[in-house]
């Protein structure tokens, strides 16, 4: 067992998808290193870097290997990110704040997102805000409705709820009536 570290453009690596690098970028990046099939690539030191679900991740990287995941997350445009949510800098590891998070549970798949997409404000995109070390910047991803034209709500298939990540006042009244409208409950995230 070991510890795993992430080139994400997602805070929170679990939810890479959401934001994701992809494996055109990733491939044109790396392309100077060793590359075993399907999407690993090796480092100098014998770090193995693995591409999956829009993420790069490597177990236990040394010291050396952190050194070159910021290097390539630097031409990405992307976090280095440890499973505890750390953001390590050329300086270490640091904590990086996030926006609250809220949930509207339970959501069924047979009403999302038609439910959101007929009220005002709500619009499917394949274009989603993040934030990256550079600044807020627009990337491409999986379709996913937005409020306002700026605000992400993304639904978890996993236990049916949708999250969006603000503290915007108006935005959480809208997911509020949103969550009305579905039958469920909006709520604050304890993560």
Partial sequence: MGYDVFITRNLEWYHAARCPIGLAEWRAVAA????????????????????????????????????????????????????????????????????????????????????????????????????LPSGVRWIACPPVVLWSASVPLHRDASDGSVELRTDDAAALREAAALAADLGATLTADGG
């Fill in 32 to 131: 100077d290193l060793p590359w075993y099939p399907p999407a690993c690539v090796e480092l100098p030191d014998g770090t193995a870097l693995w591409y999956r679900a829009g993420a790069v991740s490597a177990k236990h990287p040394s010291d050396a290997a952190i050194a070159a995941m910021l290097a390539l997350a630097t031409a990405l445009d992307a976090w280095v990110v440890g499973e505890e949510l750390e953001v390590y800098t050329p300086d270490g590891p640091v904590e990086v704040p996030l926006p609250p998070a809220h949930r509207l549970a339970p959501v069924h798949a047979s009403d999302w997102p038609g439910v959101a997409l007929r009220r005002p404000g709500f619009a499917l995109s394949e274009r989603t805000p993040a934030r």
